[in-house]
T-cell receptor, first 112, second 113 residues
Framework: GENVEQHPSTLSVQEGDSAVIKCTYS??????FPWYKQELGKGPQLIID?????GEKKDQRIAVTLNKTAKHFSLHITETQPEDSAVYFC???????????FGAGTRLFVKA | DADVTQTPRNRITKTGKRIMLECSQT?????MYWYRQDPGLGLRLIYY???????NKGEISDGYSVSRQAQAKFSLSLESAIPNQTALYFC????????????FGPGTRLTVT
């Protein structure tokens, strides 16, 4: 079946450094790529997304890049802060939320 | 108040028991989902519903059933709970006009002993 691979599973960085999380998807029909942040005791929350007709998208300290040819997409967080510590999930979707496939998650630790 | 609520937040039950997890939303969305989260496996779709009369199986529906009582309510049942159904369960919603983006509830931690 279709899947999304996410790496690394755990990432530890110093406050102020950058963090990069990478995902690879298998379904070539995927056209929407969201990233979710899950804080302890809470449900996942959408932080940024990108559609297949765009190669890069930025929102303040967060950016996402997409390489459709290679079926890769990545999340970049710059100037990390302790409050960025959480589990991050990438996902790939066809038209419609019911076809969303999630990666296994990356636990990010930002050390002060 | 939270837009998507789940009850209970935590539940411990015994093997063979029937249990129901409930989800309510005030976002006015037509589409609702139940996911299961296990460590190292991400989120996997159990069931989804596009409206009150539409229920569909997801990736891992065996051992589960659902009921869409109203547009705002979607419940998940485990007819006879087993230990490997111990997991974190999330309800989510989306709107047909912006169907990609899903809004998640806070989750229910279920333990089956």
């Amino acid at each position: 079946g279709e899947n999304v691979e996410q790496h690394p599973s755990t990432l530890s960085v110093q406050e102020g450094d950058s963090a990069v999380i990478k995902c690879t998807y298998s379904d070539s029909a995927s056209n929407y790529f969201p990233w979710y942040k899950q804080e302890l005791g809470k449900g996942p929350q959408l932080i940024i997304d990108i559609r297949s007709n765009v190669g890069e998208k930025k929102d303040q300290r967060i950016a996402v890049t997409l390489n459709k040819t290679a079926k890769h997409f990545s999340l970049h967080i710059t100037e990390t802060q302790p409050e960025d510590s959480a589990v991050y999930f990438c996902a790939a979707s066809r038209t419609g939320g019911f076809k969303t496939i999630f990666g296994a998650g990356t636990r990010l630790f930002v050390k002060a | 108040d939270a837009d998507v609520t789940q009850t209970p937040r935590n539940r411990i039950t015994k093997t063979g028991k029937r249990i129901m997890l409930e989800c309510s939303q005030t976002k006015g969305h037509d589409r609702m989902y139940w996911y299961r989260q296990d460590p190292g496996l991400g989120l996997r779709l159990i069931y989804y519903s596009f409206d009150v009369k539409d229920i569909n199986k997801g990736e891992i529906s065996d051992g589960y059933s659902v009921s869409r009582q109203a547009q705002a309510k979607f419940s998940l049942s485990l007819e006879s709970a087993i230990p490997n159904q111990t997991a974190l369960y999330f309800c989510a919603t989306s709107d047909w006009r912006s169907d990609y983006e899903q809004y998640f509830g806070p989750g229910t931690r279920l333990t089956v002993t």
